[in-house]
């Protein structure tokens, strides 16, 4: 699997606000099987999984769709999305998992 400065580099802030824009305008939302994540996206208010936005974003990047299984969510997809300004935060779950983990 490539690097994920490989797989997003074509990908700048604005295909992200324009995807985040979509996923607003699309009446089904997020599709079920792409909310599952452990962090989220969170932009004026709202949030929205950072591996489906980066999915999104591709169409806009003028590249073939990114398909879920052709990256990494987590680190990878996290450390792209801040390096372009964008605040990822931990999921109301998994921050309880994550404070329970440093409580050990």
Same mark, same amino acid.
């Given at each position: 699997m490539? =690097? ?5 580099? &074509?990908? %700048? !802030?604005?295909?992200i @606000?324009?995807a @985040? /824009?979509?996923i607003?305008?699309? +009446?089904e939302?997020i599709p &079920?099987a !792409?909310?599952r994540?452990?962090?989220?996206? +969170?932009?004026?208010e709202?949030? #929205? &999984?950072? /591996? #489906?936005v980066l999915?999104?974003a591709? =169409?806009f990047?003028e590249m073939e &769709? @990114?398909?879920w299984f052709?990256?990494y969510?987590? +680190?990878p =997809?996290?450390?792209?999305? =801040?390096g372009l300004?964008f605040e990822?935060?931990p999921?109301?779950a #998994?921050?309880v998992?994550l *404070?329970? %983990? *440093?409580?050990r």
């Amino acid at each position: 699997m490539s =690097t994920a400065h490989e797989v997003f580099s &074509p990908i %700048k !802030r604005e295909h992200i @606000l324009e995807a @985040l /824009k979509q996923i607003d305008r699309d +009446q089904e939302g997020i599709p &079920p099987a !792409r909310r599952r994540t452990n962090w989220l996206l +969170q932009h004026e208010e709202r949030t #929205y &999984p950072p /591996k #489906y936005v980066l999915s999104i974003a591709s =169409t806009f990047a003028e590249m073939e &769709p @990114l398909e879920w299984f052709e990256f990494y969510g987590g +680190q990878p =997809t996290n450390s792209y999305l =801040t390096g372009l300004g964008f605040e990822i935060i931990p999921t109301p779950a #998994y921050a309880v998992r994550l *404070a329970q %983990k *440093a409580g050990r």
